[in-house]
């Protein structure tokens, strides 16, 4: 059997890390819009385009951290599988070399 030196349980809770990010980042995009756009009718003026402004400005950066987390929950995932699969294939390989020895 070949020594792995990678934690597979740990990059499952990366995965798993990621995945909770992406699903909080994109409730907490979709909250803070109802609630911009739910605002008193009645406030208007300066204070209320200063808001929007400042708000739009945070929905850019929101969808930017959406956008670099769902990016690192693929790359995670990507990663997960292939250390997986090599591991997988290695232990396949030392079996199939051990039983021809043996």
Known sequence: MSEQQVDLASLQQLVT???TLVTYCDALKQGA???AYMLPADWQGPAMMA???SFE???VGAQG???SAKGLHE???AVHTAYSTT????DSAWSETAASLA
């Open 87 to 90: 591991v997988e294939n290695l």
């Open 57 to 59: 400005a945070w929905a």
């Open 17 to 19: 890390q990621m995945e």
């Open 75 to 77: 790359l995670a995932k």
């Open 33 to 35: 819009g109802g609630f």
């Open 51 to 53: 808001f929007l402004g």
């Open 65 to 67: 951290l959406s956008d």
